[in-house]
């Protein structure tokens, strides 16, 4: 028995108690900010609540609400502290109720200082290197009514085999490696998630396997740098090997990857991707900045030539790739001019689509330290010339697809639109098709009629 299902085991007991007591079985909400990392992580947050008798819901007037937080921008910080002000009320109304803060934003010393002073009824709140100890504080919280509070600044090791409630029966995140070891200087991730560590080959491809047999056809191999996977490990093994690997497993059709480092995607990764037809179509690629001088500053290690180089090579050797990207406007010394050479590297690559961010200052970043923080209007103005480019580049890209017969993965029923599902191409561009709920999680030959900018609508074929 692991120590996980030792606590487990007795939490059972007593949250079968507790919903005796209160007549109605205790309900258990977890609440997830930021990226596919933490929406992995929660999944395994909400595993060890339904195997601990929880009932699940999605809404947040629920016994137990975890929150499972980001840190990355300061306006991830702030939906939290949102979050947290309204769930006050609903305590008072439920004295069943607890509630628990995890996640990035809880490594940083001056949130949980916040969290004492200001939310003094949060229940329990640990960090992302002891997640794996969630039963075990659980158990504490419920046995004795006391607040836990517990982060540690660091960890070695990798915890396998925590129950996981997915999100999607047909789809999952896999976790290939944990932590960053680049310090960009703007980011906070290599403080709040540690060391980078990769997962053992053999366990990636158990978990892979196993996902499998249980009907998942959709992996997504998940870490801050995914080609730097394999360092470190006693037998050495690259990412595109790995690729390899985990698209040998039965019943896997699709692999997607998040996220790849300009500054170490081989050629050899390109080919795995190019040779592998159940290698997704799609390569999301942080450009960050096209000023060189920016990426100087940034820490990043590449510079715009030769992003665009490799970003041109993706495209000769992949046919129908997309490449997508994560663009920051407003990093300190920033200048009209550095922002003309992001938008020239945007119209180069024809990036199919980006997420465009304002430079957020973020607590013990060498960036924020920096004298020269550019001005929320000179911010303002270069976001709205670079989220124009971006916009006219996706819409470019999607259009030359119009006419096509592509493969779709059915992922959902359209809310908005009654009569319709959602499908995602191997591209990761979204389409509408007429049809129903029966058909979630199968691969349909999707003819894409309608371009509406980012997304088509479309039939099958
Ligand atoms: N400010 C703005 N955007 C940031 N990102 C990371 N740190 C910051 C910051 N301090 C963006 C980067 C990264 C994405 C996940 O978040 O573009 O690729
Ligand atoms: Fe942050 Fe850079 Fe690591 Fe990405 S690679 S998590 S941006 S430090």
């Known amino acids: 028995m692991t120590e996980n299902t030792y606590y487990i085991e007795k939490l059972k007991q007593l949250i079968e108690e507790k919903s005796i007591e209160a007549g109605r079985r205790l309900t258990a909400c977890t609440v997830t900010f930021g990226c596919q990392m933490n929406a992995r992580d929660s999944e395994k947050l909400t595993g060890i609540l339904r195997e601990s008798g929880f009932e699940l819901t999605e809404s947040e007037n629920a016994d137990f609400v975890i929150f499972n937080t980001c840190t990355v ?65 659980l158990w504490e919280v419920y046995s004795t009514d006391q607040k836990v509070r517990e982060i540690w600044d660091k960890t070695d090791s990798i915890v396998e085999d925590l129950p996981i409630e997915r999100k999607y029966p047909f789809k999952s995140g896999i976790n290939i490696m944990f932590g960053c070891d680049n310090f960009c200087s703007y980011c906070i991730v290599p403080y709040v998630r540690g060391r980078e560590r990769s997962r053992e080959p053999g366990e990636i491809i158990r978990e892979t396997e196993a996902l499998a047999r249980d009907g998942v056809s959709e992996v997504m191999l998940l870490g801050q740098n995914v080609n730097s996977y394999g360092k470190g490990l006693e037998d050495p093994i690259s990412f595109a090997e790995l690729l390899d690997e985990v698209c040998k ?93 992001t938008i020239d590297v945007i119209e180069r690559v024809g990036f199919d689509n980006a997420y465009t961010f304002i430079y957020s200052k973020r607590r013990g970043t060498p960036a ?93 074929v």
Do not use: W
């Open 249 to 341: 497993v039965d019943g896997i059709r699709r692999v997607r990857f998040m996220t790849p480092h300009p500054k170490d995607l081989s050629y050899d990764l390109i080919r795995a991707v190019r040779d592998n037809p159940k290698a997704a179509r799609h390569i999301h690629l942080p450009l960050q900045s096209g000023s060189d001088r920016i990426l100087k500053r940034m820490n990043r290690h590449y510079t715009k030539e030769r992003f665009i180089e490799l970003a041109q090579k993706i495209r000769e050797e992949i046919p129908d790739v997309s490449i997508t990207t994560d663009i920051i406007v407003g990093f300190p010394g920033e200048t009209p001019e550095d922002v003309d050479d």
């Open 73 to 137: 921008r300061d306006n991830a910080d702030q939906r939290t502290f949102g979050h947290l002000g309204r769930i006050s009320h609903l305590k008072k109304k439920n004295p069943l109720m607890k509630v628990a803060v995890c996640g990035c934003m809880m490594q940083e010393k001056g949130n949980v200082e916040k969290i004492k002073k200001s939310y003094p009824f949060v229940d329990l709140v640990f960090g992302t290197h002891n997640l794996y100890r969630f039963a075990e504080y």
């Open 368 to 460: 924020a330290a920096m004298e020269d923080q550019v001005p929320a209007d000179v911010v303002k103005a270069g976001f709205d010339r670079v989220l124009a480019a971006v916009q006219k580049s996706a819409r470019e890209r999607a259009q030359l697809l119009q006419g096509r017969v592509m493969e779709a993965l059915v992922e959902e029923v359209n809310a908005q639109k009654e009569g319709y599902v959602t499908g995602r191409l191997s591209t990761n561009m979204v389409v509408h098709v007429p049809g129903d709920a029966s058909m979630i999680g199968s691969y349909v030959p999707v003819l894409l009629e309608e371009c509406r900018g980012f997304y088509y609508f479309g039939k099958i």
